[in-house]
Structures are given as C-alpha cells and as structure tokens.
C-alpha cells in the first residue's frame, strides 16, 4: 500500500476505533448507536441465520436490473443525440438540472404509474442513473478524434456499427464515470425507494426495524449496505484502473 | 454538374475528378471557406501520383472528396467508371494525415480490424497481417497497444491497416509526416516496392519536394488556397526506381522546377494567413 493508502486506513480505522470506545464508555448512549463490533457480530449472525438472504438477493436484482437499464439506455440515448447537436444544445440544460430534482416527492405518482412490488423500485434506480450516463456519454464521445470516425467510414460502417465498434471502445474510459456514478445513483435510488414503497427488501427492513426499535439489526443492515457499496465500488476502481493503464491513459 | 467529356473515360483512367471545388459552409450561414478548385484532374490505373502544395491549400480536402468522405460542392468524381457518392467505394484504401490508430486494440488486432469487419476467413486474415507487421517492422510490437509507440510507428500501423485490404487505388495523406528523414527515405522504398506488387494506384499527398519528385510518375501541383492543380510534372522514373535516384541530375531538375512553381504559392499561403 502506498503512503497515502496507510493515511486513509489510518483514518478510517482510526474512526471505528473511536466510535467503538465512545459507544463501550458509554459516551453514545445504546439507543443511539451501537458499537461497531457488535454491528459486525449481529450481521454475521443475521447471515448465518439466512433471515435477510432474501432481502438481500432481491436489492441486488433490483440494483443490478436499475444499473444495467440505466448504463444500456443512457448510452444508447446519449449516443443519439450526440449525433444531433441542435437537440443536444437544445435539452442540455434539462440534463445539467436534473439532480435539482426531488424524486421521492413523486413516489405516489410511481405508485400509480408501476403498481407496487418491484417495478417502482428499479424504475426510480433507473432514474437516478440514467442521466449520469447520458452526461458521461457526452464527454466521451466529445473525445473521440475526427480521423477515427472518417476510418469507420472509409470502412462503410454505418452509425450503429460506428457507435458499438469505434466510439464506444474509444470512449470507454470517460463512460466507466458514468458507470461508477450509475452504480452510486442505483444503488441510492433503489435503497430509498425500498424504504418507502416495498415490503422487502434491505432499505425496507432497515426501515421496519427502526420502526421496531431493534436497533441492532437497523445497524447490522447499514453496515451490510456500506460493505456492500465499498465492494463494489473497489472492483470498478479496479477495473477502471487496468482500463486507463492500457490506453495510456 | 455532369460535363459533357466525363461521358467517354478511357480505359487506363482509374479515377476522375472534372471541375470539383469544395466550400465549407459557414456556421454562421456566412460565404463559408473556398477550399478547394475547380480541379480536373485523371490518375491513370497503376500510376504513382503525387500531389504537393503549400500548407492549407486543400491537399487534404482534396483526398475527401476523391473518397467519398465528403461531397464535392460542384463537379464530379469518378472511380473505376462510377460516379462516387456519399461512401467510400470498396477498392479504395485511405491513410490519413492525423493519427488514427485505435488505442484499444494492439498492433495487430488493429491491422486486421478491416479485414475482420469484411468477413475475410481467419486463416487468410493471419497470413495478411503476418506480413503487414513484417512489411512495416513491425512484428516486435505486435501485442503493444498504439499509446505505447511513437508517432511514426503509430502512423505505419494505419499504413499497415489500410495496406492488408489490397486496395486498387490507396491515398496516402501526408503518410510520412512524424518519420525522421532516413525513415521516411525507407518507408517511400518499400511504398516502391509495394505499389510495384500489387500494381494499384497510388495518390501521394506531401509537402516535401524531394519525396514527390523520388517516388512518383506524376506530380500536381497545387496553388494556395483555394488550391487549384498549377501544372503537372512528368518524372519518366522507370518503374523499379528506388531512393537512389536522387544522386540522379534529372532529380534535381525535378526538385528545383518544383520549388521554382511552389516558392511564389507558399509565400502567399503564408502572407494570406499573416495577414487574417
Ligand atoms: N471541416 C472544415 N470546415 C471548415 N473549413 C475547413 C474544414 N476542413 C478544412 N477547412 C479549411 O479548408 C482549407 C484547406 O484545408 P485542408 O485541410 O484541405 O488543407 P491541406 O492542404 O491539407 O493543409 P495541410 O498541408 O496543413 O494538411 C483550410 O483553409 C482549412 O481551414
Ligand atoms: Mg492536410
């Protein structure tokens, strides 16, 4: 690890450390928070129990489905329009104040539109990710150099094999922001959402043990939600990595 | 605009350019710029044709509309008997003048990229980049990917890519541009060599006297913007030159009939853009 990794590591454990003799001395009352070790050792044991393995499976679908949707559709989109610049310029600002908007205030339109159940859920994921996307697509295809798209056509490729052949590999580093940032929305969206509009599901049983004032499952489910977060965004950071150190980049 | 001579084109007429000029719109709606013409101009099938010019005077928008990438604004270009459009006839290979290597594939899977999009079976696509990489030396670097080679070798890995399809007319843009002088003397023996064996046409386009006056049959020569063909040099080379020649007295006639054309036109590509 480099230095600057033992600093971060050193300031997170440091923090856990921390919060772990607050809550033990008593500073943190119990009902506030609880230690993190025992966060950890009632997350095992909810593990073990296989009590929540079907909340759990069901956020992944539900965050992998909105992930998959947004990324697939907010490429394809942004790759239209970029090739219409009189609508880019024309819906860019919409685009740019997008995330003003407050979704949640919506829901009991989503409710009426997509029922209950699962589909609400994914489409507000969906929501959260899509114009992430778009945007990134943007800048990537903004990249791309003349002379790469006047090859494609000297190899009479038409714009959709254009898209998927040359501009999507040239682009592909600038798109993995979109990517990450599609995974964080996702998984916001699909979290909150959850705990408003579902029966199942993480974000719904963080929410019905708080409404059980059992605390140490709330805390076990958030700290599940963190490691799970972290997980993910490591292995894109890994995979974006070898994507930039082959381009050069 | 159909003259009434594009109607009778001789059979040794690869391609044809009759009373072409090119004006990039203005954004503004403005008069736009009048790059280039009007320019007739006939290369024969199989010959080595050279165009050279100041910088800016349309070389490049020249090689464009011969292709197909861009349409002429009045005139008609002609390959192999038909009228070109909006797309690249099959049969013409282009390098261009700007690096357009693909920094996601390596050496070799960027060589074969045409090949694979045209279906060509694997077996036929190995043999023709094996060769590709060995023509342009570069087989050594076969697994690394463009971002870690030089400008030149990254400009003779699109040499390369545009060489494996075996096209009838190839246009070179300014193909030798990021090569040190004793490369480039190289690289136009083996442009010899190739054009010899596989008998296409050649469009060379470059801004340096010696090299068009050392590889090719004929020269055009262009004026400043908007580039018009001055006059066209016969060299008489026979067809198994190579770089020696330069030590001929014939060549220096050649190099210094060129300057004495060019030194009035690159003044003023110069001048007019001082001046703008
Ligand atoms: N896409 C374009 N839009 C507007 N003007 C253009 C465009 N491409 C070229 N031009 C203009 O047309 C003129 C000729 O350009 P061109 O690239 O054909 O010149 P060139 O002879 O190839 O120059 P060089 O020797 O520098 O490569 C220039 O004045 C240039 O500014
Ligand atoms: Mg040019």
């Known amino acids: ?249 | 605009m159909k003259s009434p001579h594009m109607r009778v084109v001789p059979a040794d007429v690869h391609a044809q350019l009759a009373g072409v000029t090119r004006v990039y719109p203005a954004a503004d709606g403005g008069p736009g710029v009048h790059a280039l013409g009007p320019v007739d101009l006939s290369l024969r099938r199989g010959e080595f044709y050279a165009v050279i010019g100041p910088s800016g005077c349309g070389k490049s928008t020249l090689l464009d509309v011969l292709s197909g990438l861009s349409p002429p604004t009045t005139g008609e270009v002609v390959f192999e008997g038909k009228p070109v459009g909006r797309t690249v006839p099959d049969g013409i290979g282009i390098v261009f003048q700007e690096d357009a290597s693909f920094p996601w594939l390596t050496v070799r899977d960027n060589i074969a990229f045409g090949l694979r999009q045209g279906g060509v079976d694997g077996a036929e696509i190995d043999r023709r980049t094996d060769y590709a990489l060995a023509f342009m030396g570069l087989r050594d670097f076969a697994r690394a990917y463009p971002p870690q080679l030089s400008g030149g070798m990254r400009q003779r890995v699109c040499i390369a890519r545009t060489l494996v399809m075996q096209p009838r007319l190839i246009l070179l843009d300014e193909p030798f541009g990021a090569l040190d002088a004793q490369t480039r003397l190289i690289m136009g023996d083996e442009l010899l060599r190739l054009w010899r064996e596989t008998k296409a046409t050649v469009m060379l386009i470059t801004h340096a006297l010696d090299e068009a006056a050392m590889l090719s049959d004929r020269i055009g020569v262009m004026s400043a913007r908007p580039g018009l063909i001055l006059a066209e040099i016969e060299t008489g080379w026979s067809r198994d030159r190579d770089s020696t020649i330069a030590s001929d007295p014939a060549f220096g006639a050649i190099t210094s009939r060129l300057w004495s054309l060019l030194r009035a036109e690159s003044i003023k590509a110069v001048g007019g853009s001082a001046r703008s």
């Open chain 1, 1 to 249: 690890m480099t230095r600057l990794g033992w600093i971060r590591f050193g300031i997170v454990g440091g923090a856990i450390v921390l919060l772990e003799l607050m809550c033990r001395f008593g500073v943190i009352g119990r009902r506030v928070l609880i230690p993190p070790s025992d966060m950890a050792v009632q997350l095992w044991n909810l593990l073990r129990s296989g009590r929540i393995n079907n909340d759990l499976s069901e956020t992944l679908l539900n965050v992998a489905a909105s992930i998959a949707l947004a990324v697939a559709v907010g490429f394809a989109v942004g790759s239209v329009i970029h090739a219409l610049p009189r609508v880019r310029r024309a819906i860019e600002p919409f685009l740019a104040s997008y995330y003003a908007l407050p979704f949640f205030a919506f829901y009991p339109v989503f409710i009426v539109l997509f029922g209950i159940g699962r589909m609400p859920i994914i489409v507000i994921g969906f929501l959260f990710g899509v114009v992430a996307m778009v945007i990134a697509t943007f800048n990537g295809f903004d990249r791309i150099p003349r002379a790469l798209v006047r090859t494609a056509r000297a190899y009479r490729m038409g714009p959709v094999e254009t898209a998927l052949k040359i501009k999507l590999p040239y682009a592909a580093p600038f798109l993995f922001t979109g990517v990450k940032l599609a995974v964080a929305y996702s998984f916001i969206g699909v979290i909150a959402a959850e705990f408003i509009l579902a029966s199942s599901g993480l974000g719904y049983s963080i929410a019905y043990a708080f409404n059980n004032f059992d605390n140490r499952t709330m805390y076990a489910l958030m700290l599940l939600v963190i490691v799970l977060v972290t997980v993910v965004n490591a292995l894109l950071h890994v995979g974006e990595a070898r994507l930039m150190r082959r381009r050069g980049l």
